[in-house]
């Protein structure tokens, strides 16, 4: 029972901000299954895309050595602000309505977390010290231990392109009932995001495109990938009451 939803196709940005517009028109069928739900996982995949994009975007200052004027905690998170807002075209607000409200207090906090504790990482620099995946690995440590059995977000990629085997998909989203799904569908390579309903959740699974800084740094850790091409996914799972 997957809805495909093709119509996203064009909106695909490059590098990190893969889900930067979200018009997703496509949605339609998802959300006459549970639109509050739909909401819930399309803007925790927004917030972990725009935060990861904020670190992705410090790459070559953190290889250079270069980074350490930028990376305070509230420099870090005003940054995530602007990606924000020019993304969603609103300001993030840490509050809310419900479990949307819920996801993006925790997501807050989290961030803000991940910012303090690595900042100096970051400052003092050096090739590949600080990548994207890591930065997104700690975040989505401290989000999911607070959003447990509401909702949880990962980041995984197929087998053969693991740098680090332990972001597998087995491993990443052990519990899950979509993993066998999540892996399906990523030995298929599709760009277009899906979303399933379950019994007592929903998932969204939004793939990656691969840019040239991805593929470029990927080679130097010994995967051989191609600009364009699939280069992982964000899965959201949302709790459906
Ligand atoms: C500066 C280097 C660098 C850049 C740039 C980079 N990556 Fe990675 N990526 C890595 C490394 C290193 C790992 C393994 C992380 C680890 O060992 O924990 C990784 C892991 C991953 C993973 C698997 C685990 C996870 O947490 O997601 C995915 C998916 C991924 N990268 C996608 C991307 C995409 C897509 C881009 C570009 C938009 C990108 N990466 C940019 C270095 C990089």
């Known amino acids: ?19 930067a517009a979200l018009a997703w028109p496509g949605l339609a069928r998802a959300q006459a299954d549970d639109p509050k739900a739909t909401a819930v996982a399309q ?11 904020v670190i992705g975007g410090l790459q070559a200052d953190i290889n250079a050595g270069k980074a350490a004027d930028k990376t305070s905690a509230d420099q870090l998170f005003k940054a995530f602000q602007e990606r924000y807002a020019k993304a ?16 993006r207090k925790a997501f807050a906090s989290s961030l803000r977390d991940t910012f303090s504790r690595f900042g100096p990482t970051m400052a003092k620099g050096g090739t590949d010290a600080f990548v994207p995946a890591f ?10 231990a607070q959003m447990k ?15 680090n085997a332990d972001w597998s998909v087995d491993k990443v989203m052990k519990g899950s009932p979509f993993v066998a799904e999540v892996s399906g569908l990523m030995k298929a390579g599709g760009l277009n995001p899906v979303t399933k309903r379950g019994d007592d959740r929903m998932m969204l699974y939004a793939p990656m495109k691969l840019g040239a800084a991805c593929v470029a740094c990927h080679a130097r850790n010994g995967i051989n990938q191609k600009e364009g091409e699939f280069g992982g996914a964000l899965i959201a799972e949302v709790w459906i009451k």
């Open 88 to 103: 969603a075209g609103k300001p993030f607000e840490d509050k809310g309505d419900g479990l949307e409200g819920e996801v």
């Open 135 to 144: 930065f997104r690995a700690e975040l989505l440590k401290r989000f999911n």
């Open 149 to 163: 059995g509401k909702a949880q977000a990962y980041a995984t990629t197929r087998d053969k392109e693991l740098i």
């Open 43 to 53: 803007e925790m995949a927004r917030l972990v895309s725009e935060a990861t994009a």
């Open 1 to 19: 029972m997957f809805s495909s939803l093709r119509a996203l196709a064009p909106v695909w940005m490059s590098c990190l901000s893969v889900l």
